[in-house]
């Protein structure tokens, strides 16, 4: 096969490949630069769940004696007056601001056949430290479009260690262990350090943001994302109240 | 003509020095390109001519053909591939790439490109697919600093077989892999791969559809490294190399191949009642044919995604009867059929991997059909494999799970001619093909049974030993959404029942031995006096 024998339609193809080539966007290893900010604003408020979803615990189907008879459904956790925890508030496109203060070490584990925490913020280049603190063997499965993959079993007390340089796309990584199908977790690679998950009453806050207005995804695991659009005037506290319907 | 002995003879030379070294170093590297911008612009040509229909224009897998296919063409642009022998999550090295084009995916729609393309043509389609993946170019990534080790390997011996089944058992890759192996393990099928499709754990019995290779230093990566995207884990951390070695050999051994050899079944033939159940120890002494299968691809719904591939058959006969035992693994049993969820008209001639028919349990039977012509012929003339022709029909015994569960006989016979008409149920008189099937740890054994001859010579076949009578194949698979047309079948093979020798053959010989031996006694006799005369 050579140029000249080349049918029209395969060249026209690779000319429109090479034109989206040159139009597409970098990867989304989009730098994040630290610096002082001054005059920032903060965002405050809480998520609420629309319509009901209450989780009953999932009964547990083998390995008993490590796991228990059952473990708690973490997919959506609803608080008193339907509020919503762990739900990821992330302001975006922020490439310049505060300094990260998330930890560059992390540690996730496995408890009870459960991962703990069930949701984690990490930041770009993140270690992580994956312990399995069961007395059974888990594999620790990561699935995500391209941001960090892994399958290694584990065994009981022992750890799988994450290098710093292994996690460099922000993203949403999910973690399961395909030898008990109930367990899932979640890490979502921070893009830069305005990122913020609800607490148990479903509350979150987010300091120090430079003045402007900003696009907000918030993320539920179950719910899907949402996009709201907030603006930050420096030294004042802005509020963002949001409901996610049950799907 | 010539391009073709040329690529003959390097298919040749390449399998010779695969099997003489490692993976690792399977091929030469002298031939090997360098790289740079002139090969990747001509490796890209090579991909945009033979690859981009499955792979896509982006390299996403989202070709044009990719909505067909299961397991999914690869998305090229994650950094993730199966097959490696890397540590989990790290990206494949150049040769893993180069083997996985060259030797194609078996069990999958990846082909072996070693037997269309130069090697040197591998290699810089290989340097363009790095290019989808950003990670590459990243020393970080570099994966040549996380190759597994393979440094002692134990070569094969039953005492190394035995203590990898001990290991097979002690890891427990028999919860997803099943017992036997026939990839039974799970209870229900809600496996998924990394994009989210059904995914359906390796019949490990089944040697041609390993995708990595079947030979022990084949599969000593799969579960070393790890299958990416999928929930077959790397046990690097959890199993010694040595285990690993012992658990390779051990994997080896269950593989079988997928053809025997011939294409006749030998009925063999036995005094009193044929056996009922398909356990029956009698079976052993019949011996066993294989027969490859296809996906229905002949006449619209097309399906290439079958997952039973291959049957076992046998046969016994006595002076009456005629019984037929046919083996196949599934590693669900599905003994429901649903006909509301049948689907009768198709929008494309091809059904979709996914979301065109329900691909899960309990919602079509498991069955398989033994097809027989009815007109008997001397010479080679059969009729169509794909149920007959108008001129020329076949005789067809189907047999049901769904009838078998509802204690009914589970074997019905029925006419075709043609696979534009429907199956013509015989009449209830002319019903007369008795079924027993049983499904144990992922494997169907269904038995068929007839007598030899019957008096509807116009629409049934009939036994006559010394007789070579044509016997095809059709299997559905009730949990892989099969039903109808879309199904497995195969293309002729023959029965035959032995002719028994009679007593009087061995006399006869004796006879004439001694006849020969006379004449020629009496003729040296003669020969002697002759000469003394002169």
Known sequence: ?247 | MHYKLGNLISMLALTALAALLWPGQAFSQGNRPPENEATLAEGKVIYFDRCVYCHGELGDGNGPAADFLDPRPRDLTMGMFKIRTTESGQLPRDIDLFNAVSRGLSGTAMPRWELTLSEDQRWKVVYFIKTFTPEFADPDFNPENFVVKASSPIPFSEDSAAKGREIFLKAKCWECHGKQGRGDGQKSDTLQDGWGFKLRVRNLTRGWSLKGGNRPEDIFYRFSTGVDGTPMPSFIKTLSEEERWHLANYISALASDKESEGVVIKAASMEGDLPENADDPAWDSAPVLKVPLTGQVLAQPRWQNISVDMVEARALYNGQDIAVLVVWDDPFKDTVHDESQEIKEFQTTYVKAFGDIPRKPNVFRDSVALQFPVKMRDGARKPHFFRGETSDPVNMWVWKSDLQEQGVNSAEEFNAKGFQKPLALQPGESQQVKGMGTWKDGQWRVVLTRSLKNEDSRNDVQFEPGRLIPIAFNVWDGSNGEHGLIMSLSDWRFIALEASIPGSLYLWTIVVMLMVGLAEWWFVRYSRNKRKEI
């Open chain 1, 1 to 247: 096969m050579s140029f000249p024998s080349m049918q029209f339609k395969t060249l026209s193809v690779l000319v429109s490949l090479l034109l989206a080539g040159a139009l597409s966007t970098a990867p989304a290893m989009a730098s994040y630069t630290e610096g002082a900010v001054s005059n920032g604003g903060s965002l405050k408020g809480s998520v609420k769940l629309s319509g009901s979803g209450a989780n009953a615990n999932i009964k547990v189907t083998k390995d008993q004696a490590a796991c228990g008879d059952s473990v708690s459904n973490d997919t959506l956790v609803v608080g008193k007056g339907n509020t919503l925890a762990n739900v990821i508030v992330e302001i975006q496109g922020i490439s310049k601001g505060k300094k990260w203060d998330l930890p560059a070490k992390f540690t996730y584990d496995q408890k009870k056949c459960a991962f703990a925490p069930h949701v984690m913020i990490i930041r770009p280049k993140a270690e992580v430290e994956v312990k399995n603190s069961d007395s059974v063997k888990h594999n620790v499965h990561t699935i995500s479009k391209g941001v960090f993959n892994v399958n290694k079993t584990v065994a009981p007390g022992k750890s799988l260690k994450v290098k710093k340089n292994k996690i460099k796309k922000s993203g949403t990584v999910k973690v399961v262990c395909d030898l008990h199908s109930w367990m899932g977790g979640w890490w979502i690679v921070a893009e830069n350090p305005y990122i913020a998950m609800t607490d148990a009453s479903g509350n979150f806050e987010i300091k120090d943001i430079p003045p402007g207005k900003y696009k907000v995804r918030l993320w539920q695991e179950k719910l899907g994302e949402q996009i709201q659009e907030v603006e930050i005037k420096g030294g004042a506290a802005a509020t963002l109240n949001a409901s996610m319907a049950a799907k």
